[in-house]
């Protein structure tokens, strides 16, 4: 398997309802295993507008994972072993803002952490410690360039440039009492899984970008004016925005650059704090991949 290439891979991450991608040409099927266990599903690869693409249904085909059961280490490590650097992750959310509706795109740029430790969310621990910069958690020249392509491709769509994801633990919806808590934050969207895909793609270096689908209000809206939520109701909405979700990631997919511009690429720089002679071998093993080239030689494996 050739992970170092000319032409840098894209991953994508299909969320609920989102488990196959339509375009690739050339599928191949490849299953991997990582230092952090089993990834969600086979991955597929193939070609598209002359791009190779890496796609990941998230919850697995069929949807068969929670949202805590998701194994996201193994997803982003194996994304990187492929050789991929940029990953475009669509999902379903709910809206707690009356003016962002039901079949509305939101192009995430803030996180709330609202889970609990049952979710591993850092490749690091085990004798290394890194601590990067997350300040502003997905890749604005990506989410750029899905606007671009949202505005082109998207045509009768509302797509939201910014907002902020709230991420539940789940896999119940949330009370009302939460749902008004969380609107009370000035949270824009609430969802199940994105922010850690954003961190651990942040700490293995690879653009990330959310493109949250609105599928309902959540409960914060009184039944008289919107239905209560239900899997049903995502579901359908989910399968509406199908079509557009792919052409607005055809589009995204043309625009990315085959050269690396932005920070993301080198976000451990700095950030890893262990001094270099106290990394333990077994640490090293798990993370080469990540923080090879941070190492001083005599520390890297042998080829």
Not at 66 to 91: F, Q
Not at 148 to 163: D, L, P, R, T
Request: aromatic residues 6%.
């Amino acid at each position: 398997m050739i992970t170092d290439r000319e032409q840098p891979r894209i991953g994508i991450i299909g969320g609920s309802g989102f488990d196959h991608f339509e375009g690739i040409r050339e599928l191949e099927r490849v299953e991997l295993t990582t230092p952090f266990g089993s990834p969600s599903d086979a991955f597929d690869i193939g070609e598209l507008e002359d791009r190779e693409i890496v796609f990941l249904p998230r919850h697995a085909r069929g949807h068969r994972l929670l949202p805590t059961e998701i194994n996201y280490r193994a997803n982003i490590w194996a994304m990187k072993k492929l050789g991929v650097k940029w990953i475009l992750a669509v999902s379903a959310v709910g809206s707690l803002k009356k003016e962002i509706q039901p079949l509305d795109i939101v192009l995430i740029d803030q996180y709330i952490d609202r889970t609990n430790s049952n979710r591993k969310t850092t490749f690091f621990g085990d004798g290394i410690v890194a601590h990067i910069n997350f300040s502003r958690p997905t890749c604005p020249e990506l989410a750029h360039l899905v606007y671009e392509a949202g505005q082109e491709e998207g045509a009768g769509s509302q797509i939201h440039w910014g907002g902020t994801y709230i991420n539940i633990e789940g896999p119940a919806f949330s009370t009302r009492a939460e749902s008004h808590l969380h609107k009370s934050w000035g949270v824009d969207v609430v969802g199940m899984t994105n922010m850690g895909e954003a961190k651990l793609a942040r700490e293995a270096e690879i653009c990330y970008a959310a493109m949250a689908m609105v599928t309902d209000y959540d409960c914060w809206m009184e039944e008289e004016m919107h239905p209560e939520v239900s899997v049903g109701m995502v579901l359908e909405n989910l399968s509406k925005n199908t079509a557009l979700a792919n052409r607005i990631l055809i589009g995204a997919v043309r625009r990315i650059p085959l050269d690396k511009t932005c920070g993301c690429h080198s976000a451990l720089r700095g950030a890893i704090a262990t001094k270099p002679e106290c990394i333990r071998d077994s640490a090293i093993q798990s993370l080469e991949l990540l923080i090879g080239k941070y190492l001083p030689p005599k520390k890297r494996p042998a080829a």
